[in-house]
């Protein structure tokens, strides 16, 4: 079989693996999947469905586990006679057939969505019509493949100013996300690496790294960010960080830890440190954290960052920083490419950057997620004790803890019948941890309106029926 077309609904409250497994035993039962059939590998079916290997892995183990599905070493996954078990009954295509109820979102505390109501369309629209002119007949053209001049230019400069990153405009690479920057890293630090992650951690880098069959560990995060003595206790050769401000749980690196981060890396030459400064720009209390990077005498940290979060996600531009000693290799390996963001783009950027709108746009931004924030924090007052904020000096969101006899998941389930949707924290967890986040959620509120907050707080606390317990 070259692969099996499955409609995963990942917006549902019922496991991906689960979703899978009971899918692929359908088709089994109901002969659309035929005996002896071999299953794709975990490796193209996780690629081929956009999920994780991990998802894959599970839902195959589970098959085996109830006698759907043989494993054979060394050559796949094989489709087992079901005539040969007594328990399963056989019934219609009619009578198997599952309907999952879809959800309409109401309330979305979707950590990654932004507050597209302030975007300065008017003065981005004025670079937009500048660009598409008869006098930027070069931008039709293939431009340099690590991006366009005066752009690295540019963010060279605001990295400086701004998070105190040390390079040159050579050593930026522009592309149109993680997901294309982060595979190009991996190639440059070579196929055989152990990679630690942090736990819990951004969901979108695991999947990568899965996809990309690199060996990830987890170690674990506190309150001070990444647990070092775990890592120096670890075989992994690259660690894969967001020191600034933590995600999910909002924390942000200690000085000693970030020493000793630095000390880790330096110790071998095949270690790195990919550093993660994700939404470094949103900080409101106390002065901006200083970048990993720019503490880096040994040339050990790759910085990479994105616009997601400062202008709009679908902008799609995204960068990554190389120590002086990659750049060679880089060029070796990367010669023949071609940037994957269009000239036009980086163009519209540039000029936004270069004539100070970028920075207008920040400290606008800023304010306003400020606000929110307070708006926030305000409207979860009279919940306390039984709920409780954490990680709020920087960002777009909170971990929001709550006091309950029910775990997070079954509340994230209570609260998405009645339209919320609002993600608990072990969604970001890849393995146990020794400290206990199932009272806990991502709160996203970037893209709440603030004149909203008041009252989807409300709504969410009436859903699980949590007292004020203060006017």
Same mark, same amino acid.
């Given at each position: 079989m070259d692969m099996l077309m499955i409609q995963l609904e990942k917006d549902s409250?019922?496991?991906?693996?689960? +979703?899978l497994y009971e899918e692929i035993k359908k088709g089994i039962i109901e002969g659309t999947i035929a005996v002896q059939t071999k299953l794709p590998s975990k490796r193209k079916l996780s690629e081929f469905l956009s999920i994780s290997q991990t998802t894959v892995e599970l839902a195959y183990a589970q098959l085996i586990a109830e006698g759907y599905i043989t494993s054979k070493s060394r050559v796949g996954f094989f489709v087992e006679a079901i005539e040969e078990l007594a328990y399963v009954e056989k019934t219609t295509s009619q009578q198997m057939i599952k309907t999952t109820k879809k959800h309409k979102i109401l309330i979305d505390f979707n950590p990654g969505k932004i507050d597209t109501s302030s975007f300065p369309f008017t003065t981005w629209r004025k670079y937009a019509k500048d660009a598409i002119d008869d006098h930027k007949q070069d931008l039709l053209l293939i431009g340099s493949p690590q991006g366009e001049q005066e752009l690295r230019e540019q963010i060279a400069s605001y990295l400086y100013q701004s998070r105190g990153v040390l390079c040159s405009p050579e050593q930026i690479v522009i592309g149109s996300g993680t997901e294309q920057l982060l595979p190009m890293i991996m190639k440059l630090l070579g196929e055989d690496n152990l990679y630690a992650i942090e736990n819990p951690g951004y969901a979108l880098t695991h999947h990568i790294f899965s996809q990309y069959n690199q060996s990830v560990i987890p170690i674990d995060v506190d309150e001070d960010g990444m647990q070092i003595q +775990?890592?120096?206790? $670890? $075989? #992994?050769?690259?660690?894969?960080v967001t020191p600034s401000h933590q995600f999910p749980t909002g924390a942000v690196l200690s000085a000693s830890r970030r020493a000793q981060l630095l000390n880790w890396a330096a110790q071998e030459e095949e270690r790195y440190i990919i550093e993660d400064d994700y939404d470094s720009e949103f900080r409101y209390i106390g002065k901006p954290i200083a970048s990993l990077q720019g503490m880096d005498h040994r040339g050990k940290v790759i910085y990479i960052s994105t616009f997601s979060k400062s202008l709009m996600p679908s902008l799609r531009i995204a960068y990554f920083v190389l120590p002086e000693k990659l750049l060679t290799r880089y060029h070796d390996i990367f010669t023949y490419y071609t940037s994957t963001v269009p000239r036009f783009e980086q163009h519209m950027l540039t000029q936004f950057m270069k004539d100070g709108y970028f920075s207008k746009h920040l400290n606008r931004m800023r304010k306003i997620y400020r606000k929110k924030l307070e708006k926030l924090t305000q409207a979860l007052d009279p919940y306390a004790p039984t709920v409780s904020i954490s990680g709020e000096q920087a960002g777009m969101h909170v971990v929001l803890t709550v006091r309950k006899e029910m775990s997070a998941t079954d509340l994230s389930n209570i609260a998405l019948q009645q339209g919320i949707r609002i993600i608990p924290i072990k969604e970001y967890m890849i393995a146990p941890t020794a400290q206990n986040r199932e009272d806990q959620f991502l709160l996203g509120f970037g893209g709440i309106e603030e004149a909203e907050i008041t009252n989807t707080i409300q709504k969410l606390m009436d859903c699980? *029926?949590? *007292? *004020?317990? #203060?006017d």
């Open positions: 409250a019922t496991p991906l693996y689960e +979703q +775990q890592l120096e206790g $670890s $075989s #992994a050769k690259v660690a894969y699980w *029926r949590i *007292r *004020r317990t #203060a």
